[in-house]
């Protein structure tokens, strides 16, 4: 049997009793996780040390995980759209959006421009809380607090946004099959202008306390770098790709939702080590706060759905009293709609990269298949080779700026 | 501008013979059904072909088909991604139903050592030549493959749950 078949500590046990350092001093194993404050997450790795640098170590994953792939089998798609929100629950409406349009791609349903200009503005929301999370507890973990409490009451103001389009604020359920399930309030738009005149303020003072800060810069630069080929071998995607000066970006590879219609650029780093994914994301931040101002300046006018009395649920009064909505509505409720057969993929680019949903339907009310593409989960393996040689509180770090996501990783 | 579909079918069926059928554009994506027995070989040569340059694998997923007749009843599907001419492809390989069994490709791509981890998971499709085939998302004590389509999703004691009434058969729900 192999060796890498073993438990981690067993493999690691074996290496100490071979390798003693000619002063008597010993390696060591260190269980960083599965719970610690310091990785944002249920993230356990068994770390073989020497001193204070990390000769290897192994990642456990699956602690969260809750069988998404399997429940999707057994459901109809609307219900799935609750499961999407619980994977990068730090920009949910991301998902849910992935997910309506990959049915939609499945159903040739032709979503109304309104919908689409709607959908890149709640997309673009979710980005910018994603990032600002990430970006900010980065900061948390290089020991500097105060820009966390800058910016995190932003990610607030982000929720009572996605309150005011749906009633939900973390794990949304947003949309529906063909565009949302209300017209968004101007109580939501008002909010939205007061957002985007207001944390462009907090983000720049953000990125002045970070990005020429002496300390900060020590901490990051040339921790964890990784090349652009090594990071194209591991299947790296969104910021973290791009910070290793990879240019690619599903936003422009495959514009989904009217994302060619805006102008925004992609930002790239050099040398794929921390500092430059903190750069990578705030400068995202700034094209997803463009993108945002350029689509409510083009909003058109229209109906917030597709025309699709089949799969898009009728107005909850006539359902009430007419007896076809009843139908139709009780009908999609529980799945009963026409679904041709069909093997999908499509892509977003989600928070952490390419977030693709790859649906093989039968033509029954369930998928036969379906295989989420969590980025995580994909450049989560590069990890070990990310810290070895590092030290203990640079793992930290490198953690905290891939921006793994628990409920991603495991699905 | 993007390759053309019909470029890399020749391309495939004049190195690779019958061992490539099946060409289908589905959608935006060409799609194939490769022989399990040179699967690494295709692979390979689509990453490195200079013309085809299909350097990205973005997804690799198992499926399983209990319908199928016994040589059929696993599929692996990877999906592999040139950034440069925007092209996706997917190729598909049925695998025997009682040993499934495939050549791995982490020597071409490390990023399929997590994702064949997964597929050995979840529907015990053994990647022979894998450095580390062990389960990942579940736990290592567990015997059964949970994917599978005869394992079922929720424990078949309960009551409190009954679908019946709302148009459900055992066989759908």
Redesign the interface.
């Known amino acids: 049997m192999s060796d890498l078949l073993l438990p981690p500590e067993h493999r690691y046990a074996k290496v100490i009793e071979e390798k003693r350092n000619e002063d008597g001093s010993e390696l060591s194993i260190l269980n960083l996780g599965p719970t610690h404050p310091a990785t944002h997450g249920i993230f356990q790795n068994i770390l073989l040390m020497d001193g204070e640098r990390i000769l290897d170590a192994e990642p456990t994953v699956g602690y969260i995980h809750r069988a998404f792939e399997k429940i999707a089998e057994n459901r109809p798609f609307y219900q799935i759209n609750v499961l999407t929100d619980r994977m990068n629950y730090c920009s949910s409406p991301i998902n849910n959006m992935a997910w309506w349009m990959t049915v939609e791609k499945l159903l040739n349903i032709e979503v109304p421009k309104r919908a689409q200009y709607l959908r890149v503005i709640v997309m673009e929301l979710a980005r910018i809380a994603d990032h600002l999370i990430c970006n900010s507890i980065l900061g948390v973990d290089t020991g500097a607090y105060t820009g966390f409490l800058y910016v995190f009451q932003f990610r607030e103001k982000i929720y009572e946004i996605y309150e005011e389009i749906c009633g939900a604020r973390l794990t949304t359920n947003m949309g529906r099959i063909g565009g949302f399930e209300r017209e968004w309030s101007d109580e939501a738009f008002k909010k939205l202008n007061t957002f985007l005149e207001e944390f462009p303020i907090a983000w720049k003072e953000f990125e002045n306390l970070f990005e020429r800060n002496r300390i900060f810069i020590d901490r990051t630069v040339n921790v964890g770098p990784i090349s652009a080929e090594k990071a194209m071998q591991y299947g790296f995607t969104g910021p973290n790709l791009r910070a290793a000066g990879i240019d690619y970006d599903v936003r422009k590879a495959a514009p989904y939702s009217s994302y060619e219609d805006f102008e925004f650029d992609v930002p790239v780093g050099k040398s794929g080590d921390t500092y430059d994914r903190f750069c990578v994301r705030n400068a995202e931040v700034w094209e997803s706060i463009s993108i945002i101002k350029q689509a409510l300046a083009k909003l058109p006018d229209g109906p917030y759905h597709a025309d699709v009395p089949d799969y898009y649920l009728p107005p909850k009064e006539d359902v009430y009293h007419n007896m076809e909505s009843l139908i139709y509505h009780f009908k999609i409720v529980m799945g009963e709609v026409p679904v041709p057969v069909e093997e999908i993929y499509h892509a977003v680019e989600g928070g952490n990269g390419e977030l693709g949903f790859y649906l093989i339907s039968d033509g029954s009310r369930t998928p036969y298949r379906l295989k989420m593409r969590r980025p995580c989960y994909i450049y989560y393996q590069a990890y070990p080779e990310m810290i070895k040689g590092a030290m203990l509180s640079d793992a930290i770090v490198i953690l905290s700026s891939l921006n793994v996501i628990a409920g991603e990783l495991d699905a | 501008m993007a390759l053309e579909n019909i470029f890399i079918q020749e391309k495939l069926s004049q190195k690779f013979g019958n061992s490539v059928k099946n060409f289908a554009a589905?959608?935006?994506?060409f799609?194939l059904e490769a022989n399990k027995d040179n699967i690494h070989e295709i692979i390979q040569f689509l990453k490195e072909d200079e013309e085809l340059n299909f350097?990205?694998?973005?997804?690799l997923?198992g499926?399983?088909y209990p319908d199928n007749t016994v040589e059929e009843q696993f599929a692996v599907?990877y999906?592999l991604h040139n950034?440069i001419e925007?092209t996706?492809i997917?190729i598909k390989v049925f695998l025997n139903g009682e040993n499934p069994e495939v050549q791995t490709i982490t020597d071409l791509?490390?990023?399929s050592?997590?994702?064949e981890r997964?597929a050995w998971d979840?529907y015990g499709i053994k990647f022979t030549g894998h450095?580390?085939?062990?389960r990942?998302?579940?736990?290592?004590e567990m015997v059964s493959h949970?994917?599978r389509k005869e394992?079922p999703?929720e424990d078949g004691g309960r009551t409190d749950k009954d679908d019946r009434f709302?148009?459900r058969t055992p066989v759908?729900?």
């Open positions: 589905m959608r935006d994506i799609t350097h990205f694998l973005t997804d997923a499926i399983h599907t999906q950034w925007n996706r997917r791509f490390l990023c050592n997590w994702m997964e979840f450095p580390q085939l062990k990942i998302l579940n736990m290592d949970p994917m394992f999703m709302f148009g759908n729900c």
